[in-house]
């Protein structure tokens, strides 16, 4: 089960940068799409990773889809040999992005971030163009309808913007 209160609170109490993307972040943004996992993409620099391990190891972390008899070892050389990764764990599926399609890096993800506050926690999360412009470069069909009210919700925010001198608004 899904506990997103929990994933923020333990990876912000562990100093670790990540920019929350995916569906939570579109949830945030005010998308009706409900996801049933956690995505982020993470610095890369040592302390990150180590942060990173520090954090999620308590939660049993193991690759998600695979097969129980694998051998897996979550710790900061797998995750510098690796980029992105699909998590179980506890507290939920976690998905970590090294680099994320369309955007690129953490570095480039925080640009196109913004901060929010999520069960009062204040995180960095993708803002509505960066998720158009990554759910554009993955291409999956499935996020189409996901695109489209993005891109309706940018609408809306960009005509709120413009009319902010009339009395009315």
Do not use: W
Request: glycine share 8%.
């Amino acid at each position: 089960m899904l506990n997103l209160k929990k994933i923020l609170t333990t990876l912000k109490k562990h100093n670790v940068r990540f920019v929350l993307i995916g569906g939570q972040a579109g949830v945030a943004q005010g998308s009706a799409y409900m996801t049933r996992d956690v995505d982020i993409c993470y610095a890369r620099d040592k302390e990150n990773l180590e942060n990173l391990i520090k954090t999620l190891t308590p939660f049993h972390p193991y690759l998600r889809e695979v097969e129980k008899n694998l051998q897996f070892i979550f710790d900061a050389k797998t995750l510098q040999m690796g980029l992105n990764f699909t998590l179980s764990t506890d507290i939920g599926d976690i998905d970590l992005f090294g680099e994320l399609k369309g955007i690129g890096y953490y570095d480039e993800a925080l640009k196109y971030s913004e901060i929010m506050e999520i069960y009062g926690i204040q995180c960095n999360v993708l803002t509505v163009e960066g998720l158009i412009k990554s759910k554009r470069a993955c291409g999956r069909q499935k996020d189409e309808p996901v695109i489209k009210e993005l891109e309706a919700i940018l609408e809306i925010r960009t005509q709120r913007e413009n009319k902010k001198g009339d009395k009315y608004i």
